[in-house]
């Protein structure tokens, strides 16, 4: 199914394959030297890459904490092909690298600011045609253990009295030892909190023939 051009030696094809490996006898003359080379010459059939590799990852979002040294690993990207055994790994971020590989990725540098980085993962298989696939990853810098701010209590349970006011009726205490301050989210005009003390106050006096539970969330900032 080939055939040689005898002024160039380009190998074209002429017909159907329809085996995996062709050897190919090419003769090389040279009519003003009077010299022949004879050549054997492999040519490889691959077949059609037509399934573009899957991420199979369970986890498409990762953390790590500011200050944390270059080339900490953050966490694993994998994938697999029906067709293809071998995958390469690629991002699109250069704060972060990934193993080309396993898909083990690390960080390239030390981030110092708490963010959100959201990244493209691209896998490619080594089929003919090269098929490629992508997943989107979500990775949090959060503030260092020691400067996260604990609660002691995780969640609080207080109960007032209806039709009265009651100014500092609870506190909320955190267990660090830095300072921070402290606010009520989605504020109903009902609650305050002192921004320093984390004292709770009672603004408006309750009725519990309207409303029997107050949900509050409180926020710190450090």
Do not use: C, W
């Not at 966490?75 to 055994?85: F, K």
Request: hydrophobic share 40%; no cysteine.
């Amino acid at each position: 199914p080939f055939v040689v051009s005898a002024m160039t030696g380009e190998i074209f094809l002429t017909g159907n394959l329809s085996e995996n490996v062709y050897i190919l006898e090419l003769v090389l003359n040279d009519f003003y030297l009077n010299f022949t080379e004879f050549g054997n010459f492999s040519i490889t059939v691959l077949p059609i890459n037509r399934s573009p590799p899957v991420f199979t990852s369970a986890a498409n979002q990762f953390s790590v904490f500011i200050g944390t040294e270059m080339g900490a690993e953050i966490g694993q990207i994998s994938a697999e092909d029906s067709e293809e055994g071998k995958l390469a790994f690629f991002i699109n971020d250069t704060n972060f690298r990934i193993d080309v590989y396993t898909g083990t990725i690390t960080l390239n540098t030390e981030l110092n600011l708490q963010s959100e980085y959201y990244l493209n993962v691209t896998v490619t298989d080594h089929g003919f045609p090269q098929l490629s696939n992508f997943t989107l990853i979500q990775i949090s810098v959060n503030k260092s253990a020691e400067n996260m701010i604990i609660f002691s209590e995780n969640f609080y349970t207080i109960q007032l009295e209806e039709e009265k006011i009651f100014e500092n009726f609870s506190q909320i205490q955190i267990l660090n030892n830095f300072p921070v301050t402290f606010r009520i989210e989605d504020d109903m005009g009902k609650f305050s909190i002192d921004k320093y003390s984390g004292n709770l106050s009672l603004l408006k006096a309750l009725d519990h023939e309207n409303q029997t539970l107050y949900n509050i969330t409180i926020v710190t900032e450090g």
